[in-house]
């Protein structure tokens, strides 16, 4: 019997639930790094511990084209307030000021791998709490990815396609961690994949 390419590399497969956010294989590696690196016990380290211990993993091939990932455009509410619209982006970039909503700031982290009409309460810095809602994915590079890739005739090599496998991990050596920790922040584009408001 083959064994199961997955269970080899330390991935398992798992259903998301209504408390799990869902999360490409890059982006849950860019979160533990951000873990190794950010050891404090503050509200923001509570909400990326809680963010990757609910975390359902999966290929970018697979995540849900409602799904927050980075360099998503996105449209979400805090409380009841008005539709905010931000790019959910890894870090702050020179001369987009206003437009990003990195995931070092705790309301970027909070909406990485929420879905469309999912809430998440996070605290705030007065004390108090805040609840975030996806009001709308309005662009996801995996899914435009896809959708080139339809159009072109073509399928990524090794993809699963849509509905294949979901991952959560459930154990790796340091060394194969630190291997995926280098491999992820390798691949990991800072620029984003948006057409910009012109092809809006």
Not at 59 to 68: L, M, Q, S, W, Y
Request: glycine share 8%; proline share 8%; aromatic share 4%.
């Amino acid at each position: 019997m083959t064994p199961d390419p997955l269970q080899r590399t330390g991935w398992r497969r798992a259903m998301p639930t209504i408390d799990s956010c869902q999360l490409t294989t890059k982006d849950y590696t860019i979160l533990e790094v951000m873990q190794e690196r950010r050891p404090a016990r503050d509200a923001f380290s509570a909400i990326l511990q809680r963010k990757i211990s609910s975390a359902v993993v999966m290929f970018r091939e697979d995540v849900p084209a409602n799904v927050v990932t980075l360099s998503t455009r996105v449209a979400y509410r805090v409380n009841d307030g008005p539709a905010e619209t931000r790019i959910v982006a890894h870090d702050e970039m020179r001369g987009l000021v206003g437009m990003l909503l990195p995931i070092t700031n705790p309301r970027g982290l909070a909406l990485l791998g929420l879905a469309e009409g999912q809430s998440i309460s996070i605290p705030t810095t007065d004390g108090g709490l805040e609840t975030l809602t996806v009001h709308e994915v309005v662009y996801q590079p995996e899914a435009a990815r896809r959708e080139r890739l339809k159009l072109a005739g073509g399928a990524e090599p090794g993809s699963w396609g849509l509905g294949g496998p979901v991952l959560r991990v459930v154990h790796r050596s340091d060394e194969a961690q630190d291997k995926a920790a280098k491999q992820g922040m390798a691949a990991f584009d800072p620029g984003f994949d948006d057409p910009g408001p012109s092809a809006a």
